[in-house]
């Protein structure tokens, strides 16, 4: 079976070489060499010449001779929940849905993270008594990333 450090050191080399915020999101290799590997940016998209990029790195550095294997590079979708803090960090700003691991969900803007911990800011229109009109009341939530299950960016057509 192929290294998965191995695999790991072709893809930082091209990533350093290439200097544009790449980071590796998922490296995963199956048991019959399948190789699969996840990037993002942490500003802006991955181009398809990046996927590229780092693919090629991969197989003309691995023999094929020694042992076969198929590679795939992609970005991180957006359907993904976020899995590194590299995402958390370059998503601060964006709406998300949070699960908590106890049960529960929490839906608003992630307005600070931390590899510790997320913020989540919501927002809801409450009556406020003596008071006609509804008011806007915002929370800030701190949720523990070890409480979090999954987080979510939120899709907006607007």
Same mark, same amino acid.
């Given at each position: 079976m192929i290294s998965k450090k191995t695999v790991l050191e072709l893809i930082d080399e091209r990533i350093e070489e290439l200097d544009n915020g790449l980071?590796?999101?998922?490296?995963?290799?199956?048991a019959s060499n399948v190789i699969r590997v996840e990037l993002d940016k942490h500003e802006g998209n991955v181009a398809v010449i990046d996927c590229m990029s780092v693919s090629r790195n991969? @197989?003309?550095?691995?023999? /094929?001779?020694?042992?076969?294997?198929? $590679?795939?590079?992609?970005?991180?979708g957006l359907d993904q929940g976020l899995r590194v803090f590299?995402?958390?960090?370059?998503?601060?700003?964006?709406?998300?849905k949070v699960k908590l691991k106890e049960g529960g969900k929490i839906e608003g803007t992630m307005i600070a993270a931390t590899p510790e911990e997320i913020t989540v800011q919501?927002?809801?229109? @409450?009556?406020?008594?003596? /008071?006609?009109?509804?008011?806007?009341? $915002?929370?800030?939530?701190v949720l523990d990333m070890a409480n979090v299950a999954e987080t979510k960016i939120v899709i907006s057509f607007k």
């Open positions: 980071f590796v999101v998922s490296l995963t290799i199956s991969v @197989e003309h550095n691995l023999d /094929r001779e020694e042992q076969d294997f198929e $590679i795939s590079v992609s970005s991180a590299a995402q958390y960090k370059k998503n601060i700003g964006r709406d998300v919501t927002s809801r229109k @409450e009556r406020i008594e003596g /008071r006609k009109k509804k008011e806007t009341i $915002i929370e800030d939530h």
